[in-house]
């Protein structure tokens, strides 16, 4: 059972180059999330969906866009990566009790 | 706006002892959730707490809820160096635009020999 499935685990990028995050759920749940995690700071909440074809802004959204275009599948995107960007990314889908699965994680580095 | 605290956020104790990670939240919520993340990896849930006065244990975890104090706890007995990771607290209600929670700092546990 795979769980939650992000592409690619590892990134270097440089300044101003774009790139996609890909998250799979093969739970069948509703919502979806892109976290991103840096030193001291916990998790913050980057974008969420609570279906397809639905995105919403979370806590962090500048310079991030998201779709959803299958239930499955959540994409976060870079269009223009900054340094400030450089963390780590972890997509997360809940069951019905609000429980977060997570994914393996993504490390990007903006140099 | 929902701000979660935990405390302590450093803890290094030795295997054997018993001690307590505390989790204040700032506004009423009737869930909350305790995860564990080892170096480098995702993070795992660990105890999900649904009502006031909730208290749930696993091995030598025991975490608690009290709705009314906005406070968790997370308590751990006799530790061993297996526990050694970091412990988050996420606090969130269900919104109809789904489980938005509010993440700790973490608590960077290390249990010595």
């Known amino acids: 059972n795979a769980g939650v499935t992000q592409t690619p685990k590892f990134r270097v990028l440089k300044t101003g180059q774009s790139m996609t995050l890909l998250c799979a759920q093969d739970?069948?749940?509703?919502?979806m999330y892109w976290y991103r995690q840096d030193p001291g700071m916990g998790l913050r909440l980057i974008h969420y969906s609570v279906g397809e074809g639905t995105t919403a802004k979370g806590e962090v959204p500048d310079g991030y866009n998201v779709s959803r275009l299958k239930k499955q599948n959540f994409l976060l995107g870079l269009e223009s990566a900054a340094p400030s960007q450089t963390s780590v990314y972890f997509c997360a889908s809940n069951d019905p009790t609000g429980e977060l699965f997570f994914g393996e994680g993504s490390r990007l580095t903006v140099l | 706006e929902l701000k979660v605290e935990q405390n302590p956020l450093f803890l290094s104790m030795q295997e054997g002892k018993n001690y307590t990670i505390y989790c204040n939240y700032s506004t009423t919520s009737d869930r909350l959730y305790w995860y564990r993340q080892d170096p480098g990896k995702s993070l795992e849930s660990l105890f999900v707490l649904l009502s006031n006065g909730a208290v749930k244990q696993e091995g030598r975890l025991m975490a608690s809820l009290d709705t009314k104090a906005r406070l968790s706890t997370l308590h751990i007995t006799a530790a061993v160096h297996d526990l050694s990771a970091t412990y988050f607290c996420a606090v969130g209600g269900w919104e109809t635009s789904g489980s938005r929670l509010t993440f700790g700092e973490g608590t960077q546990l290390t249990v010595n020999p």
């Open positions: 739970m069948n749940h509703e919502y």
